[in-house]
T-cell receptor
Framework: TQLLEQSPQFLSIQEGENLTVYCNSS?????LQWYRQEPGEGPVLLVT?????EVKKLKRLTFQFGDARKDSSLHITAAQPGDTGLYLC??????????????FGKGTSLLVTP | DTEVTQTPKHLVMGMTNKKSLKCEQH?????MYWYKQKAKKPPELMFV???????INESVPSRFSPECPNSSLLNLHLHALQPEDSALYLC????????????FGEGSWLTVV
């Protein structure tokens, strides 16, 4: 099993603040996905990054894949209460049994208060 | 919007009941998954179907029985469950088992009483 360490585990901030969530591993992944999950709902895919050094933007969210494809970050600018949720990173390793499914980090629970 | 549809959304069952969770996708995906998720924890893989054949069973107890009637449907049959089996059960699909991205349904909340 290829472990993904996510930090911080919990984050409580006020509306308008910026934040960064980190996802780190000692293993190389062929791709990495970020999901956001609200209570009682399934994870919703935010982005997939596949190229080392890749940066993708989704409105106020910026995702980066590390050059060595071992780590990733999610930066949110001017957070809003609607950003509240559980953020999960998940890594895929192509060409092995672990490619059948994703290795999930433990998640970052974000609370944005007005 | 998710294109993986799960029913029912909520299910309460007794320990002697037999029930089923259903999942459907029309994206032409050939890999389908069942995950189990406890509160504030990441999803845990239970089963993987690839081209309608069971390819991974993550040592799941036999009281959980998956079934893939065709490429669009995935069922999870439940029998003699325990209260600790109460969780959110997530169905997911991907283009095939080597795909980078897995798409999740909204989940079925199961409570065993």
């Amino acid at each position: 099993t290829q472990l993904l360490e996510q930090s911080p585990q919990f984050l409580s901030i006020q509306e308008g603040e910026n934040l960064t969530v980190y996802c780190n591993s000692s293993s190389v992944f062929s791709s990495l996905q970020w999901y956001r999950q609200e209570p009682g709902e399934g994870p919703v895919l935010l982005v997939t990054v596949v190229t080392g050094g890749e940066v993708k933007k989704l409105k106020r969210l910026t995702f980066q894949f590390g050059d060595a494809r071992k780590d990733s970050s999610l930066h949110i600018t001017a957070a809003q209460p609607g950003d509240t949720g559980l953020y999960l990173c998940a890594g895929a390793s192509r060409g092995s049994n672990s490619g059948y499914a994703l290795n999930f980090g433990k998640g970052t629970s974000l609370l944005v208060t007005p | 919007d998710t294109e993986v549809t799960q029913t029912p959304k909520h299910l309460v069952m007794g320990m002697t009941n037999k029930k089923s969770l259903k999942c459907e996708q029309h994206m032409g995906h050939r890999a389908m998954y069942w995950y189990k998720q406890k509160a504030k924890k990441p999803p845990e893989l239970m089963f993987v179907y690839s081209y309608e054949k069971l390819s991974i069973n993550e040592s799941v107890p036999s009281r959980f029985s998956p079934e893939c009637p065709n490429s669009s449907l995935l069922n999870l049959h439940l029998h003699a469950l325990q209260p600790e089996d109460s969780a959110l059960y997530l169905c997911a699909s991907s283009q095939d088992y080597r795909a980078d991205t897995i798409y999740f349904g909204e989940g079925s909340w199961l409570t065993v009483v």
